[in-house]
């Protein structure tokens, strides 16, 4: 992103993020010492992280993608990227290419959002 918008060049791009994420990365390091006594959300720091990880972040980016792929980019371009991977497969399964346009453009948003909703507690 930082070389692609802003021209900045490779290495000190990668610095700037790498000093970033360690900058970000200290408070959770610290949650079982120093910072052991600070509480979010009844959490230590490293636990509050992680469940806001799991339960909220990688639901919504896994929605995201699905709805990207199924809506955005389109089915044809990813059935036949997936063809290409699965090689001599694809023709032994006919089923698999309405089972994944299906899966990919209505099952698997309904599923990932009840796993957020259920996560957060709304189900």
């Not at 896994?62 to 809506?71: D, E, N, P, T």
């Not at 090689?87 to 899966?103: D, H, I, Q, T, V």
């Amino acid at each position: 992103y930082l070389i692609d918008t802003y021209g900045v060049k490779r290495h000190k791009a990668s610095f700037f993020v790498a000093l970033g994420s360690f900058l970000l990365g200290i408070p959770s390091a610290l949650a079982f010492g120093v910072l052991g006594d600070v509480k979010v959300f009844g959490m230590n720091i490293f636990d509050a992280i992680s469940a806001l990880s799991i339960n909220i972040l990688i639901p919504i980016g896994g929605l995201f993608a699905v709805i990207l792929v199924g809506w955005k980019w389109g089915l044809k371009k990813a059935i036949e990227h997936m063809k290409e991977g699965l090689g001599a497969y694809a023709e032994k399964l006919p089923f698999l290419e309405g089972y994944l346009r299906f899966s990919i453009k209505y099952l698997s948003p309904i599923v990932i959002l009840f796993i957020l909703l259920n996560s957060i507690g709304i189900l």
